[in-house]
C-alpha cells in the first residue's frame, strides 16, 4: 500500500551523493531500480535524474524496514531515511560508488507493475512500445541526457546571445498562411467558423517586423512546423536558433554564427575551433565533394575525368560532357580488397 512523503523532504538527489557526506543522516527519494535479497543483507539501487546510489537493509536496520524491502520490486517509488556510510566494496562504475545509505526507514511512494521495457540504456524495443509507455522509455539514462543536453545547449544559446546584445522575443504560433518551401499545417478556428489558423513554417515575417521596428538584433528558440514528406533531416516539427540583425552585412551574420558555434562547442563539448571557419564556395564544394554539405573529415574529394571520356565510345559520359556537364570519380585507395 503507497504510503506518504508527510513532511519529509529529500536532502540530495541520488547522483549528487558524495563521500563528503558520510557520516549524515539523509533523506533521499527516487525509483527502485533493482532490488538484491542476499538473505541477511538486501541491497536496492535508487535511481532519480542525477543518478543512483546503493541503500543497505541488514540486521541493523529496524524489522519494519527489512520486511517492507522485501517487498520492493523495479520502479516502486520510494523515500529512504538512514545514515551514509563508506561502501565496503567500492563500485568503480557507479557514481556514488563509494558510499551506501544505511536505510533507518523506508516508505514506499508508490508501488508499480512489471514494465512492459527495460529502463536501460540502448535496448532494443519496438518504437510503438516507446511511445505509448513514454513516461517509462524517458526514464532511460540515455533519453535523460538527450533532454538535458538539451537544456544546456538552450542555456548556453541564450547566454551567447544576450551577452551579445539580442532580444529574445517569441513571435506568434497561429498565423495566416505564408508562402513559405513547404506546406503549411493548418489548424481549424472555433471562434471563428470556416477559418484556418496556419502554423510557422519560420519566424520569417516577424523578425522583419521587428528589425523595421528596430530593435537590431532579434533571437529566438523557434518551434518550427512544415507539412512535406519525411527524410533524415527534415521533421515535420522542430526547433531551430532563429536570428535577425540590422544594419549588418553577410560576413557580421557569419562572424556572429561562428562565434556562438565556437563557445557552443567549448561549454558543451569542451572543443576549441579555430575561427575564422574555413569558408568554401558553392561551386567549390560541389565540384570537390558532390555536395554542398561536405563532411571535410574524409577527406574522399571528386577527381574530374572529364577530359578522358570526350570524344569516347560510352555515349552516356561523352553527351554529359558535350552538355556541360562533368564526369567525376573518387580514388579508394585499396578498395578492391574491399569487394
Known amino acids: 500500500m503507497s504510503e506518504s512523503m508527510g513532511a519529509w523532504r529529500r536532502s540530495s538527489l541520488c547522483g549528487d551523493v558524495t563521500e563528503d557526506m558520510i557520516g549524515q543522516e539523509l533523506i533521499l527519494m527516487g525509483w527502485c531500480h533493482r532490488?538484491?535479497?542476499?538473505?541477511?543483507?538486501?541491497?536496492?539501487?535508487?535511481?532519480?535524474?542525477?543518478?543512483?546510489?546503493?541503500?543497505?537493509?541488514?540486521g541493523d536496520s529496524p524489522e519494519?524496514?527489512?520486511?517492507?524491502?522485501?517487498?520492493?520490486?523495479?520502479?516502486?517509488?520510494?523515500?529512504?531515511?538512514?545514515?551514509?556510510?563508506?561502501?565496503?566494496?567500492?563500485?568503480?562504475?557507479?557514481?556514488?560508488?563509494?558510499?551506501?545509505?544505511?536505510?533507518?526507514e523506508l516508505r514506499i511512494l508508490s508501488v508499480a507493475e512489471t514494465p512492459p521495457l527495460y529502463i536501460e540504456e540502448d535496448i532494443d524495443v519496438n518504437e510503438t512500445v516507446r511511445l505509448k509507455y513514454r513516461y517509462l522509455d524517458l526514464r532511460r539514462p540515455d533519453m535523460q541526457r538527450n533532454l538535458l543536453a538539451?537544456?544546456?545547449?538552450?542555456?548556453?544559446?541564450?547566454?551567447?546571445?544576450?551577452?551579445?546584445?539580442?532580444?529574445?522575443?517569441?513571435?506568434?504560433?497561429?498565423?495566416?498562411?505564408?508562402?513559405?518551401g513547404a506546406r503549411d499545417y493548418l489548424v481549424p478556428s472555433r471562434v471563428f467558423p470556416g477559418k484556418f489558423f496556419a502554423l510557422p513554417q519560420s519566424p520569417q515575417l516577424f523578425k522583419q517586423l521587428l528589425m523595421l521596428a528596430g530593435y537590431n538584433k532579434?533571437?529566438?528558440?523557434?518551434?518550427?512546423?512544415?507539412?512535406?514528406?519525411?527524410?533524415?533531416?527534415?521533421?515535420?516539427?522542430?526547433?531551430?536558433?532563429?536570428i535577425e540583425m540590422a544594419f549588418v552585412g553577410e560576413?557580421?551574420?557569419?562572424?556572429?554564427n561562428e562565434r556562438?558555434?565556437?563557445?557552443?562547442?567549448?561549454?558543451?563539448?569542451?572543443?576549441?575551433?579555430?575561427?575564422?571557419?574555413?569558408?568554401?564556395?558553392?561551386r567549390e564544394a560541389m565540384n570537390r565533394y558532390g555536395t554542398d554539405k561536405p563532411d571535410l573529415r574524409f577527406g574522399m574529394e571528386l577527381v574530374d575525368l572529364s577530359d578522358l571520356v570526350v570524344g569516347g565510345s560510352f555515349k552516356v559520359f561523352a553527351d554529359a560532357v558535350e552538355s556541360g556537364g562533368m564526369?567525376?570519380?573518387?580514388?579508394?585507395?585499396?578498395g578492391s580488397d574491399m569487394s
Not at 36 to 45: A, K, S
Not at 251 to 256: S, T
Not at 263 to 281: A, D, H, Q, V
Open 64 to 104: 519494519n524496514v527489512r520486511e517492507k524491502a522485501k517487498t520492493v520490486r523495479g520502479e516502486y517509488v520510494l523515500a529512504c531515511r538512514g545514515l551514509l556510510r563508506r561502501r565496503t566494496a567500492i563500485n568503480p562504475e557507479m557514481k556514488t560508488g563509494l558510499v551506501e545509505l544505511h536505510a533507518q
Open 35 to 58: 532490488q538484491r535479497d542476499l538473505g541477511g543483507v538486501l541491497f536496492i539501487t535508487l535511481r532519480d535524474i542525477a543518478g543512483e546510489v546503493q541503500i543497505v537493509v541488514d
Open 251 to 256: 560576413d557580421d551574420v557569419l562572424d556572429v
Open 260 to 282: 556562438y558555434l565556437a563557445t557552443l562547442m567549448r561549454e558543451f563539448k569542451g572543443i576549441e575551433i579555430e575561427l575564422p571557419i574555413r569558408r568554401i564556395t558553392w
Open 218 to 242: 532579434y533571437m529566438q528558440i523557434a518551434r518550427c512546423y512544415r507539412d512535406e514528406d519525411l527524410r533524415a533531416d527534415r521533421q515535420p516539427e522542430f526547433t531551430q536558433v532563429d
Open 327 to 334: 564526369v567525376a570519380a573518387i580514388a579508394v585507395p585499396g
Open 150 to 180: 538539451r537544456h544546456r545547449i538552450t542555456g548556453i544559446t541564450r547566454r551567447f546571445f544576450d551577452e551579445e546584445g539580442f532580444i529574445d522575443v517569441e513571435t506568434p504560433t497561429l498565423i495566416k498562411s505564408t508562402p513559405e
